[in-house]
């Protein structure tokens, strides 16, 4: 089946029903668990060693819960929003309708390869859209067993597989709207092609997001929440710690209390290993941890991999090199320190003492603001992004503003000038 063949398909359907969506979500996440064996099978074979745990927690029951989280909220997302009436339109009611927007197309990434597939589409159908999903083509078996999921979920649902010109493909339809998750780079020509339609967008990137290991840190604790963030999926994480500035700190007592945890980046194997061993020349790394010359590439470019730069730096320079990440990570800031990065920096999330953990809140809007991409999924932020909000008003027979109706009398001009504060003159 094509982008286009899927598209079709769906198009002219009727949006989902309330209860429709409910049966759907809880479809999904009944069929997530049951599958949660194979899931963690073909992600293993996928990136040719994977951590059991990763796929589980990450994977699996993230999905499972957020389509617990989203059915349970549903029926108060969907009501209509009453809005006040401005009085000289009075008598008349006023309300914002989250309306289902139609066909959601997702292009998923390979490193969580039904994270990122399922969690958007648990948003768009809590919303009442149809959705056409299309995993990444180097996991080949995910994507696979993304389609067997997606069965029980009827004509609600459709999987693409393919390669890049699939997903080329994929990016020029006149979707809904598209929802893509991957590098920067991809980004932009995912919204170049999404421009010939005018179709809406939701781009979550990445950027380098920083650590600020702050004087008052304790350095034992932030490295153990620091390496355990980098851990998972061996660092291929898009809100994963990238850089640590150590602020009042030393390379040399990171190393130290970094060596101490006895965490490892290496339970899951590097998928695309060719672009990270560009990035290893020209620096000192040793268990993962990278120092580099200013300019390197490790500096200037996402690492997405098993390796943190280090950086000493003053927290001037610490903000004068974070550019629009996902997430800043701050550990022993005192409040006025938090206030001076949360007024000098952009940032999707501004988060302290743990480092990633917050994208598993499923009440908490995920996404990203400039390089890092724009746009929110989970929760009712999620439903609000799928949703259009249609203005529904109804007028009553008479309020003081048909006043200014045609034909417009001096009267209502002499009134017009009062309202705006001209007393004479033309």
Known sequence: MTPGEALAALRDLPPLPITERRALLATLRATILARAPDAVAAADADFGRRSEMD??????????????????????????????????????????????????????????????????????????????????????????????MLGPLGDAARCVQGDAAVAADFAAQPWDHLVFTGSTATGKKVMAAAAASLTPLTLELGGKCPAFVLPGANLARAAQAIMTAKAINAGQTCVAPDT??????????????????????????????????????????????????????????????????????????????????????????????????????????????????????????????????????????????????????RHGRFSLARMFDAPRTKRALAMARRLVGLTSGR
């Open 55 to 148: 796929t589980l927690l990450a994977d699996v029951l993230l999905v499972a819960d957020a389509a617990r989280h989203a059915r349970g909220h549903l029926t108060r997302w969907a009501r209509p929003r009453r809005q006040p009436v401005p009085y000289p339109f009075q008598p008349a009611s006023a309300v914002l309708e989250p309306a289902p927007k139609g066909v959601i197309g997702i292009m998923a990434p390979w490193n969580y390869p039904f994270q990122l597939a399922l969690m958007p589409a648990i948003d768009a159908i809590a919303a009442g859209n149809r959705v056409v999903i299309k995993p990444s083509e180097h996991t080949p078996r995910c994507a696979a067993l993304i389609a067997e």
């Open 244 to 393: 640590v500035f150590l602020i009042g700190h030393s390379v040399a007592g990171f190393r130290a209390a970094a060596r101490a945890t006895a965490i490892r980046f290496d339970e899951t194997a590097v998928m695309l290993p060719a672009r990270l061993e560009r990035m290893r020349h020209g620096a000192s790394i040793e268990d993962g941890l990278a120092t580099a010359p200013d300019g390197h590439p490790l500096h200037q470019e996402e690492i997405f991999g098993p390796i943190l730069a280090l950086r000493e730096a003053t927290l001037d320079q610490a903000i004068a090199a974070t550019g629009t990440p996902l997430a800043i990570y701050l550990f022993g800031a005192t409040a006025e320190e938090e206030a001076q990065v949360a007024a000098r920096t952009r940032s999707g999330a501004l988060v302290c003492n743990r480092a990633l953990e917050y994208a598993a809140f499923h009440g908490m809007a995920f996404g990203g603001v400039g390089q890092s991409g724009f746009g929110r999924r989970n929760g009712e932020a999620g439903f609000l992004e799928f949703s259009n909000l249609r203005a529904r008003v």
